[in-house]
């Protein structure tokens, strides 16, 4: 089975610490979406890429956050100086792109802890 | 902001009995999905529906579009504990973004 990995599944860091998490979308994929989970939430988004193209940043996205997809295929999710609030589920998602609806294939999410 | 009003919040039922998941929106959708959650994963498509007044069954699961593609539901017939989960919809009102609902948190007791 070839889903969307994440990795790593759980971090925890210090306040002022900064991390990076990586996700690999299903091979092919050239969609690439970012969402943020909280407790009692469902996820939220946070950034899409069209192959190495990040084509939306929403504006829960501070500055401290950055996202790249650097070769169209895999992609990160840095944040700097890691906030108490920045803890929460990080949920990548990927999806063909070649329909009108486009279904998102979501991976296990990596567990953001900022002590 | 959630654009997608799911209810009831939580439900707790006894194994066997039927359930009903409510999804609604004032905007419009171009497709609608359901996921199902559990805690520490990923959510998992469960299926996605398209034409408004559009009814789709998976064994024991229906779901349901509304005609003006507002509104959803999820019905779950003779639930089972393996039924329990958080169980999300979404809305895409373009080509690519996902708005989600809170959740509703299914609890089926053995």
């Known amino acids: 089975d070839t889903g969307v990995s994440q990795d790593p599944r759980h971090k925890i860091t210090k306040r002022g610490q900064n991390v990076t998490f990586r996700c690999d979308p299903i091979s092919e994929h050239n969609r690439l979406y970012w969402y943020r989970q909280t407790l009692g939430q469902g996820p939220e988004f946070l950034t899409y890429?069209?192959?190495?193209?990040?084509?939306?940043k929403s504006r829960l996205l501070s500055d401290r956050f950055s996202a790249e997809r650097p070769k169209g295929s895999f992609s990160t999710l840095e944040i700097q100086r890691t906030e108490q609030g920045d803890s929460a589920m990080y949920l990548c998602?990927?999806?063909?792109?070649?329909?009108?609806?486009?279904?998102?294939?979501f991976g296990p999410g990596t567990r953001l802890t900022v002590l | 902001t959630q654009l997608l009003e799911q209810s009831p919040q939580f439900l707790s039922i006894q194994e066997g009995e039927n359930l009903t998941v409510y999804c609604n929106s004032s905007?419009?959708?171009?497709?609608l999905q359901w996921y199902r959650q559990e805690p520490g994963e990923g959510p998992v498509l469960l299926v996605t529906v398209v034409t408004g007044g559009e009814v789709k069954k998976l064994k024991r699961l229906t779901f349901q579009f509304g005609d003006a593609r507002k509104d959803s539901s999820l019905h779950i017939t003779a639930a089972q504990p393996g039924d329990t989960g958080l169980y999300l919809c979404a809305g895409a009102w373009n080509d690519y973004k996902l708005s989600f609902g809170a959740g509703t948190t299914v609890t089926v007791r053995a």
């Open positions: 890429f069209q192959n190495e193209a990040q084509l939306e």
């Open positions: 905007s419009v959708f171009s497709s």
């Open positions: 998602a990927s999806s063909a792109g070649t329909l009108d609806t486009d279904t998102q294939y």
